[in-house]
């Protein structure tokens, strides 16, 4: 093995673990929300915490001495706020309010399968037959068991969280694709910055009064 498949590979386990420690750290997202949402709103917890995420997103962007999005980023950032930072946590909690978050982390489990849909689609990337074979599998093992779960049909909760796979997995692949040339790091911190006038302004207006 030369030095340069030695570096692939070396990333390509980087990705992965990146990957499993993002997923792991991801499964605690709907047991918090389900729990905020005894005392909080959809509306204010969606919001409420993409204010405070900007406030870490702000002087990470400083620190780090990040560039300026182009115009043509700017809009796909927009994209990006759009599905992992408005859409995504509005339509989960929304749907959390009718459902388990079990259940719903069970549905959510179709994210992956529509991040590639659209990574195909926004960032041109080809996946091999194998991965699509497990994909589809998994999609089907998914889809029945919402379905037997909500008594041989979709519930209003599973049409939320289903809507939240598809923004989310659009904002996903739009995020991967410009990563590529405005950093990972900085193209989530500056998806944040894009969105807080609106997530300021939503947080405001749906701050519980005790």
């Given amino acids: 093995m030369d030095a340069a498949q030695k570096t692939d590979r070396r990333r390509t386990l980087e990705g ?60 796909r950032l927009a994209v990006t706020a759009g599905g992992i930072v408005v859409g995504f946590p509005v339509l989960s909690a ?6 388990g978050s079990a ?24 996946p ?12 089907a093992i998914v889809t029945t ?10 519930s209003l909760a599973d049409g939320y969280l289903l809507v939240a796979v598809a923004v989310c997995g659009m ?7 410009i990563a590529r040339t405005l950093g990972a790091i900085e193209t989530i911190s500056w998806a944040l910055v894009v969105s807080l006038p609106v997530s300021v302004v939503v947080a405001a207006f749906t701050l519980p009064s005790a």
């Fill in 16 to 75: 992965a673990a990146l990957g499993f420690l993002g997923v792991a750290i991801f499964s605690f997202t709907f047991p918090a929300t389900k729990f905020a949402l005894h005392g909080y709103s959809p509306w204010f917890i969606a919001f409420g915490r993409a204010v405070v995420a900007a406030a870490c997103a702000i002087p990470t962007l400083w620190l780090r001495k990040a560039r300026r999005p182009t115009r043509s980023e700017a809009t």
């Fill in 94 to 99: 929304l749907a959390l309010q009718r459902t």
């Fill in 103 to 126: 259940h719903g982390a069970i549905v959510i489990a179709l994210l992956p399968a529509a991040t590639s849909i659209f990574a195909v689609i926004r960032a041109h990337e080809r």
């Fill in 128 to 139: 091999g037959p194998v991965f699509w074979v497990a994909a589809l599998a998994g999609v």
């Fill in 145 to 154: 068991f919402a379905v037997e779960q909500a008594g041989g049909g979709l």
């Fill in 171 to 177: 904002g996903y692949a739009e995020g991967a694709a």
